[in-house]
């Protein structure tokens, strides 16, 4: 063990502080080596000490792999579901990324997603039933950041278009089959995100129809509050179209229960091919 007598080799700082991540404080806890000394030598071997802002990292965090398809994935997926904000203050250098699920399946998507980067935190089930969960990331995520975070760009190439969409779909799209007919639909408050999913669908082939908007802003619902503004509805129904359409998301869906149910829809769309 280092004391304070002996040498203090670079090899030693570079496993102790780099690799292993340990505070000053910690080194002098763990091997009675002031922390005035180990700073100093920091200098000397000219190993850059930690920031304020990582210092006060607890946890293992890893960057974003930068991988296209990946980033217009989360941003569809943020838009639809999560909470994303700087985690104390706009000076952090962490993002808390979270929300609120009664699906088990989506705690397991969202624990899938971030783990590799960061600390997942999950609470316990309130009254009904929905879980918390909350990841904690480095800044390598602040593209997912509101005021920042621009998904404009996944139109340029088909695969990342479907990419956003396929994390738009697993947060806010629906598949279902209503007489008899499957339905691939999106919903949102936001009417400029789900024009931007009919310009891309119809961009790379896939027809679709009218965006509907409903009239209920102003309505209680049944959690109490008045809605602030109308809900606007993007569906696909015609045969060939669904086909389609769940051919170029399959790569890209990742929510276990969308799945299921899109393998229910190509079902439907097998039987009605045989019927007809």
Same mark, same amino acid.
């Given at each position: 063990m280092h004391t304070m007598s002996t040498t203090i080799t670079k090899a030693f700082l570079m496993d102790a502080y780099v690799r292993k991540s340990l505070s000053t404080w910690a080194i002098e806890k763990k091997f009675g080596i002031p922390r005035s000394r180990v700073y100093s030598l920091l200098k000397r071997y000219d190993i850059m000490p930690r920031t304020i802002v990582?210092?006060?990292?607890?946890?293992?965090?890893? =960057?974003?792999?930068? =991988?296209?398809? %990946?980033k217009a994935y989360l941003i569809g997926f943020a838009i639809g579901d999560l909470r994303v904000r700087k985690h104390n203050g706009p000076q952090s250098g962490t993002i808390s990324i979270g929300c609120g699920s009664t699906k088990p399946a989506q705690i397991r998507l969202i624990t899938n997603l971030f783990s590799k980067y960061g600390r997942v935190w999950k609470g316990k089930p309130d009254k009904r039933g929905a879980i918390n969960i909350e990841a904690f990331v480095n800044t390598t995520f602040s593209f997912l950041l509101p005021g920042i975070c621009d998904y404009h760009w996944c139109i340029k190439h088909k695969k990342h278009f479907f990419a956003f969409l396929g994390g738009f779909t697993d947060a806010e799209g629906s598949f279902f089959i209503s007489n008899n007919q499957a339905f691939v639909s999106w919903g949102n408050y936001d009417s400029k995100i789900l024009r931007f999913i009919k310009t891309g669908l119809e961009k790379f082939g896939i027809s679709t129809p009218k965006i509907y908007t409903d009239s209920l802003k /102003?309505?209680? /619902?049944?959690? /109490?509050?008045a809605r602030n503004e109308n809900y606007h509805?993007?569906?696909?129904?015609?045969?060939?179209?669904?086909? !389609?359409?769940?051919?170029?998301? %399959?790569?890209?869906?990742?929510?276990e229960d969308k799945r299921v149910k899109m393998t229910c829809l190509r079902k439907?769309?097998?039987?009605?091919? !045989?019927?007809?």
């Open positions: 990582q210092s006060h990292v607890r946890y293992a965090r890893a =960057d974003f792999s930068g =991988d296209l398809c %990946d /102003g309505l209680v /619902g049944s959690h /109490g509050y509805h993007l569906s696909c129904v015609r045969k060939e179209v669904v086909w !389609t359409l769940l051919k170029e998301l %399959d790569p890209f869906l990742l929510h439907n769309l097998i039987m009605r091919r !045989t019927q007809s």
